[in-house]
Structure formats: C-alpha cells, structure tokens
C-alpha cells in the first residue's frame, strides 16, 4: 500500500508515525528507521488484532474504502474476502490486501465491513 508520511512521533523508543493513506489518515507503530516527513512509501499493512463479529468487525453501509482515526481507534472500511470454512479472511482496500484473523467465520452475508483497530502496523517493502 502507498502512503504518505505525515509526521513521525517516538516515544520511550517506539516509532509511531502520522501518515496519509489513499483512503484517509492515521497513525502507526513504524517497524524500521525513521522516514522522512513528506515521504511516499510503499508499505506492509498488519492488524495484529483478532476480529469478533458485531463487536470489533461489522457490516458497513458504505461501499467505498476508508480509513479514520478518531480518539485512538481507527475505523478502516473494506470489502471483505473470507473463506467461508475456517478464519481466514482478508480486507481489499483498493489495490491493497490486508489478512485478518477471525475468531470464527462469519456467517451473514457481507460485502463491506467496518473494523475498529487501537493499532496498525507498517513494514516499508523497501520497494
């Protein structure tokens, strides 16, 4: 996924960065050195996170990709890919595909869900 960096925030040692998604903004644990403030990255995306159905993952009325970062909790709109027997499942955003875990499959038929994540990971691809 490309972004743009923003900002960059350390703290006792841990990197976060404010960055600008094609979707919207947010802010991230940073895995590597510090980039540079109006940087454009290709990054790794990872939710390190499990996702129960109507509590931290719900159907969405919007049909676009979004991302929003409000009081520290972020909302990522995407469609959801998922194989229906075990729970693995994906969220497309664009061009982009981010795996998930799910505590189990979800049953309902959904295309685009809702997520809220306290935190996001970026990995540069170095690409």
Known sequence: MKIRVTD???????????????????VALWSSSTPEI???????FELNEVFFWKKNIIPSLKKTPQITFTNDT??????????????????????????IE????????????ELKV??????????
Do not use: M, W
């Open 38 to 44: 109006g940087e454009d990255l290709d990054v790794e």
């Open 102 to 113: 799910l505590d189990e499959p979800i049953k309902e038929e959904c295309d685009f869900v």
């Open 74 to 99: 972020h909302s990522i709109i995407g469609k959801l890919i998922q194989d229906k027997d075990d729970g693995c499942a994906a969220l497309k955003l664009g061009d982009s595909i981010i795996l």
């Open 118 to 127: 306290n935190s996001i990971h970026l990995y540069p691809t170095n690409v």
């Open 8 to 26: 960059t925030v350390s703290d006792q040692g841990i990197l976060h960065v404010r960055i600008h998604f094609p979707f919207g903004n947010g």
